[in-house]
């Protein structure tokens, strides 16, 4: 690899690290006054923390992407950001929530129209890639309930975006996506349980935009298959997704704060925060490594890591279930 290739990607994401760590120690000094996350009665933690993570996340990835020298889009830097001010907003004072979604569209719609080629693409495939980032958008803020989980989620998801880019001989991809990582790494260094910062909306929202945009740009690139990025990110995909097909079932008013979340009710029953964590760190790198391992295997290798992923998922949800019940029996929870 050439030297001009390499450099960004062993600068930028030190870069991204040192951004992310250093602007929340400045922030926690005592000299600002800060967005507190209240605790309430959907929350886990009980005591207010500041949610200003995500601005030291964001600024972390940004400056790491102006090391990359290429391939980053002024329009997709312009759409993570306009993400970021809006959620930084929705943090520091609630904004409505048809407003939210109306920005996470309009992200996706610049991201799609002037990055990921919808002229190539046609109408049908750009409206559902359209509706797919938005989906991975929010799915993202809705895993980001318990201490070290999304950070955990960024630094591994984003580590195998990066190590697979770089197999393929794509620099600048994986400069791009190992800056997401360090940036998500000098976060998790405060939100490791016991966390003493928390990630904010500025943060999980602009994450789960690039997860979902930068997934579909190595499929389309050629670094990876379509499924990659799913199987990557499935602890949260799988999450989020079941829990919202079982409210709409039930009839509850799905897009309000809840306690349903699988990592929430492991919390709940008594694995804490920590515990929580490492079983999530465990599933995202198991997963992770399956991805890694089949992504240019056969055809039917693939499958086979698909059905077994599979498998495994409707496994740990049958027991996450059994075991709820019983919970919930005992302690009328």
Request: some cysteine; aromatic content about 12%; hydrophobic content about 55%.
């Amino acid at each position: 690899m050439a030297l001009i290739e390499s450099l960004p990607l062993l600068v930028a994401p030190i870069a991204s690290l040192i951004a992310s760590a250093g602007i929340i120690v400045v922030l926690l000094d005592g000299k600002w006054k800060l967005p507190l996350d209240e605790p309430n009665d959907r929350s886990l933690h009980k005591r207010p923390i500041p949610r200003i993570g995500g601005v030291a996340v964001t600024a972390g990835v940004v400056v790491g992407w102006m090391m990359t020298y290429s391939r980053v889009s002024p329009w997709l830097l312009t759409a993570t950001l306009l993400l970021a001010l809006i959620s930084l907003a929705d943090d520091i004072r609630e904004l409505p929530v048809l407003f939210r979604l109306f920005a996470h569209f309009l992200a996706a719609v610049t991201a799609v129209l002037f990055y990921a080629g919808a002229q190539e693409q046609g109408t049908l495939q750009s409206i559902l890639l359209v509706v797919a980032l938005v989906w991975m958008t929010n799915l993202y803020n809705f895993m980001d309930g318990a201490d070290g989980l999304a950070g955990g989620m960024t630094l591994l998801g984003f580590s195998c975006y990066g190590l697979a880019a770089l197999a393929e001989g794509d620099a600048s991809m994986a400069a791009m996506a190992f800056s997401v990582a360090a940036a998500a790494t000098g976060f998790l260094a405060f939100n490791f349980p016991p966390a003493k910062v928390f990630l904010g909306d500025c943060g999980s929202i602009p994450l789960g935009f690039l997860a979902g945009v930068l997934g579909y740009l190595g499929w389309q690139s050629s670094l990876w298959p379509a499924w990659f990025p799913l199987l990557v990110f499935s602890p949260f995909i799988v999450d989020a997704t079941v829990t919202l097909i079982a409210r709409m079932v039930r009839g509850e008013q799905f897009w309000k704060p809840h306690r349903e979340h699988c990592y929430q009710r492991l919390v709940r029953m008594g694995w804490g925060h920590r515990r929580t964590a490492v079983f999530y760190y465990a599933l995202m790198a198991g997963s992770g490594l399956l991805a890694l391992m089949a992504r240019m295997a056969p055809p039917v290798w693939q499958i086979a890591t698909l059905v077994t992923a599979m498998f495994i998922y409707v496994s740990i949800g049958v027991l996450c279930v059994i075991r709820w019940r019983s919970h919930w029996r005992a302690s009328g929870e």
